[in-house]
């Protein structure tokens, strides 16, 4: 038995992957499913909307549930990684659950993860344990719906239990990341990501280029069921910056929500709320609810994320934290930073994930860094150990690039006490992880 939340916390890292590696694969998946069969399949009994992609996942999940719960429903969010909480991953109606509640289920679910771990399926993994946890809680709460990102990828990531009608599939904005694991190129990781599609399940998805909507357009024949893509100036267009918001028009299937106002600098947002709004709109066909419009606008206009072009203020010093962790969403930063501060140069601490493609990503930011702090993490109370690229590999490409307005902190408080002592605005970014350990130290 686990009597309290440190408890708790220690149990679940002694199941993270010793090998930094470590991608489960279909021996994860299958184990998934023995956990859950033997938890009656709860991820069947709820409806689902579950998310996959390379960009914007996290996102688009958390505007769907927000838009949910803003008409009343009941809804789960699973998200992961977690950036300053592991309840993030278990939220209800947007909220961490309790720390009493997660030992209380916890303690429910352990004679079955220990009744696995004594099968030829093996010691399940942290992530394997804390989706299971996830599905385990919704179905105890009785949600109306559950939204569910994935972790890796979708054919074989621990997420793809579902195998209800009552779910529907999202993709996102499909790039090159994990490519070791799911693909070195794009028609390899859709086909990847729509492994999430299982028979009449509706599909979703941001308009993609031709060689990834013709993997999704198969998956979707194979299935019986169809994609409906969402696309620029025809769903979403007219879009400018107001202050440090953006406002577009939003048009899908007879919602027209004209000047719709987003909490956010992040341009990358508006095809993520807009490809939720246009999933919002069809369940509320499919369950037949009324949707209030002015619920939509003030529900978007105050939603605001961790981790996604966050902006804080340290007297007048703007400070922004974003958790670009691959080309496709440095290049969104960048144009949003662009965008949003036309002319100005930025004071920049970055880490990157091991093997990340942190050239194409350091290339991207040096045009609008003044200068740059080059900090580390390693992380353990993640899905896996997360471990930050070399920093004498990043040397070598600023010196390759002629950059030399750089510096290396290997403290993270020191390294963020520096950029705030320059007395420019801060961008911290690269990861996630990086994210996770600054945040702690702004207390904010």
Do not use: C, W
């Amino acid at each position: 038995m686990i009597n309290n939340f440190s408890q708790a916390l220690l149990y679940l890292r002694q199941s993270v992957p010793k090998n930094k590696d470590r991608f489960p694969g279909s021996l994860g998946l299958d184990r998934q499913k023995e956990i859950l069969r033997l938890l009656n399949n709860p991820q069947n009994k709820i409806k689902t909307i579950h998310i996959a992609g390379t960009s914007g996942k996290g996102s688009s999940a958390s505007y769907l549930s927000s838009l949910l719960v803003s008409h009343g429903f009941t809804v789960g969010l699973t998200l992961s990684p977690h950036i300053l909480d592991i309840r993030e991953r278990f939220q209800i109606n947007n909220k961490f659950i309790s720390k009493k509640e997660f030992v209380f289920y916890l303690n429910q679910i352990i004679p079955v993860i220990e009744k696995v771990k004594n099968t030829d399926f093996g010691h399940p993994t942290f992530f394997e344990i804390l989706i299971a946890l996830s599905f385990f809680i919704f179905h105890q709460k009785k949600v109306d719906y559950a939204v569910v990102e994935t972790g890796l990828g979708g054919l074989m990531d621990g997420t793809n239990v579902i195998d209800s009608e009552n779910k529907i599939a999202v993709i996102t904005r499909l790039g090159l990341d994990h490519t070791q694991i799911l693909g070195s190129n794009i028609s390899l990781i859709a086909a990847q990501k729509a492994g999430i599609i299982h028979l009449h399940n509706p599909v979703f998805s941001i308009h993609q280029i031709p060689s990834a909507e013709s993997v999704l357009n198969q998956a979707t024949v194979k299935n019986k069921t169809s994609v409906t893509y969402i696309n620029p100036k025809i769903n979403f267009k007219n879009i400018h910056s107001q202050e440090l918001s953006l406002v577009y028009d939003f048009n899908f299937e007879g919602l027209f929500l004209p000047k719709l106002k987003l909490n956010t600098i992040g341009l990358y947002q508006i095809e993520n709320s807009a490809l939720a709004l246009s999933v919002f709109k069809f369940i509320s066909v499919r369950d037949n609810f009324v949707i209030n419009t002015q619920k939509i606008r003030s529900t978007l206009a105050g939603v605001k994320f961790y981790g996604r072009t966050d902006i804080h203020y340290l007297d007048r010093q703007l400070l922004i934290l974003d958790g670009a962790h691959n080309p496709q969403k440095m290049v969104a930063l960048i144009k949003s930073l662009k965008t949003f501060f036309p002319n100005q140069k930025f004071t920049f601490i970055l880490a990157f994930k091991k093997r990340k493609d942190f050239i194409k990503m350091i290339k991207s930011i040096a045009p609008i860094a003044n200068h740059i702090i080059i900090t580390r993490f390693i992380v353990t109370s993640q899905d896996m150990i997360q471990v930050s690229e070399p920093i004498k590999n990043l040397i070598k490409i600023f010196k390759k690039i002629n950059f030399s307005s750089f510096e290396i902190v290997y403290d993270n408080s020191q390294a963020l006490n520096t950029a705030i002592k320059s007395g420019e605005n801060v961008v911290i970014t690269g990861s996630l992880y990086l994210l996770g350990e600054m945040y702690p130290l702004l207390k904010i």
